[in-house]
Structure formats: C-alpha cells, structure tokens
C-alpha cells in the first residue's frame, strides 16, 4: 500500500498568511495526487487533483504541486473560511490511501 | 444539480449485516466509477471500495474484503454497500463519492453506520 504522511499535523496561522502543507508518499505516485478540504460535520470538498490542478470553483488562492513522492498545498492568503482540516489522497493505486490530515486554524 | 444522496446507516451489534444506498442525479450515473469513503469519529478518511462505470470490476481495501460487497444499478442511478460481519471497528460515517478518475470530486452528505452492544 502507498502510505502518505502530512505535515505538519497542525497549524495555527494569521488571516493573510501563506501556509503550506506537504504529503509525502511511500512510493512514487506520478502526479496522482488530490487534495480535500473538510470542515467540521461536512463532507470533504475537493480543491486539487493531479497534483496542482485546481477544481473548478476553487479560489485561487489554493495551489498545489510536486510529483513523485513529495507534494505540497499552498494557500497565498489564508482567510477565515480556510479553517478546515485538509487531506492529500492517491489515486496512483490500490487501495486508494489518504494522509492522516493537516488541521488548519486561524489564530 | 448533481448530487448524491446516501441512506441505510443505523445502529447495528457485532456480527450484524447493514446495506448503505447511494441515490445519484444530475449527471450521467452510468458513466462514472463509483467509491464509499467512510471516517470513524475524529479520525481521518479512509477509502473503503470502488466499482466500476458498468459494474465489471471493484476494489476494496483489505480490512473489509470478504465482509462487504459493493454493486450498482444504473438503471435506478443507485450505488449500493452491502456490510457483513460488522465490527465496532467499522463504526464511521460513511460517504459515497463520483470518482472522476482525478479523486473524488462528488460527495453525499453521509450516513451514520455505528456498530455496537
């Protein structure tokens, strides 16, 4: 199974700041890459797939990139609504794995 | 609008069967693989199987082979989780997704499954 590992696991951060989170996986996975964004109580929502492509309707201050094994979420300006924990999965191969999340908070 | 809609979660004791239904619209169902992804309490997501558009092929992840069965009828736009021999283990949310080959970009709200005494 491809394991992947976020860090950090937390972080607090000021509205405007730039934040960023890395998934690293067990094995090479190409760019086969997403990310998620879940807020308490809700389902999660997809921000990136392939690595660093942004779903449509996704606010551009969210970007992704990397291949390989190391892939990194980047929010330019982090505005209170980005309080959420956020995941990267693969879809490189089975099973289909998640990171164990990355909570997001807004000082 | 599209949109999944999953029903079926309960509570249910150790050993016991449950079979969670996914009601799909607003795109073209039978086009589409199909996933559950469940998360136990405060825990984070775990892929749990997928099916294909025409239902030929499915994967599970291992903690759950043998014991669930994933299927489909596109003719009632419906994707279905037959859960047997339920474990407190298996005690989660559980959503249905559209999986678009890039991740999972359509999700239900969810349903409760908890397994218990």
């Known amino acids: 199974d491809t394991q992947l590992t976020q860090s950090p696991s937390s972080l607090s951060a000021s509205v405007g700041d730039r934040v960023s989170i890395t998934c690293r996986a067990s094995?090479?996975?190409?760019?086969?890459l997403a990310w998620y964004q879940q807020k308490p109580g809700k389902a999660p929502k997809a921000l990136i797939n392939?690595?660093?492509s942004l779903e449509s309707g996704v606010p551009s201050r969210f970007s992704g990139s990397g291949s390989g094994r190391e892939f990194t979420l980047t929010i330019s300006s982090l505005q209170p609504e980005d309080s959420a924990t956020y995941y990267c999965?693969?879809?490189?191969?089975?099973?289909?794995?998640f990171g164990q999340g990355t909570k997001v908070e807004i000082k | 609008e599209v949109q999944l809609v999953e029903s079926g979660g309960g509570l249910v004791q150790p050993g016991g069967s449950l079979r969670l239904s996914c009601a799909a619209s607003?795109?073209?169902?039978?086009?589409?693989?199909m996933t559950w992804v469940r998360q136990a309490p405060g825990k984070e997501l775990e892929w749990v199987a997928n099916?294909?558009?025409?239902?030929?092929?499915?994967y599970y992840v291992d903690s759950v082979k043998g014991r669930f069965t994933i299927s489909r009828d596109n003719a009632k736009n419906l994707v279905y989780l037959q859960m047997n021999s339920l474990r407190v283990e298996d005690t989660a949310v559980y959503y249905c997704?559209?999986?678009?080959?890039?991740?999972?970009?359509?999700w239900g709200q969810g349903t409760m499954v908890t397994v218990s005494s």
């Open positions: 997704a559209r999986d678009d080959s890039r991740g999972f970009v359509v």
């Open positions: 607003g795109f073209t169902f039978r086009s589409y693989w």
């Open positions: 099916i294909k558009d025409d239902g030929s092929n499915k």
């Open positions: 094995q090479g996975i190409n760019i086969w």
């Open positions: 392939g690595g660093s």
């Open positions: 999965q693969q879809y490189s191969s089975y099973p289909r794995t």
